[in-house]
């Protein structure tokens, strides 16, 4: 009898063991997918302003073209803030296909990335 009750006491301890063991692996991968989501927002944001400077600056180089090319500076800024709010207005209006859908899709699909060593 006492032998079965050390078996069972024994059990137990390894059942415990492997829950605890699981239960940290749990955790690691919640934190190994939730830095890579963090990495990839900062290095969009990184990424994100080198664009914006280079969108601002071309901007200002064509704004300056096409001001020179009709005659008045101010113009040339005029049709180019207008072309802006254009594409503001038709990315406002397509914000659930164009924007919303894609980056879902991209956290969701981190979050559900197996890794190699999981197959």
């Known amino acids: 009898m006492d032998n ?10 390894n059942l415990k063991e492997y829950v605890n063991t699981r239960i ?4 690691l991968n ?7 989501i963090v ?10 302003v080198f664009v914006l400077l280079f969108i601002g600056l071309g901007s200002i180089a064509l704004s300056l073209v096409l001001g020179e090319w009709m005659g008045k500076t101010w113009a040339g800024f ?9 594409i503001s207005i038709i990315i406002w209006k397509a914000r659930e296909k164009l924007v919303r859908r894609h980056i879902m899709n991209a956290i969701i699909q981190q ?3 197996e890794d190699e060593r999981d197959k």
């Open 4 to 13: 079965l009750f050390s078996k069972a006491e024994a059990l137990a301890g």
């Open 24 to 27: 940290d692996s749990l955790k």
């Open 30 to 36: 919640a934190a190994e997918k939730a830095s890579k």
């Open 39 to 48: 990495a990839n927002g900062v290095a969009g944001v990184f990424a994100g």
């Open 78 to 86: 005029l049709v180019v803030a207008c072309f802006y709010l254009l």
């Open 111 to 113: 979050l559900f990335q």
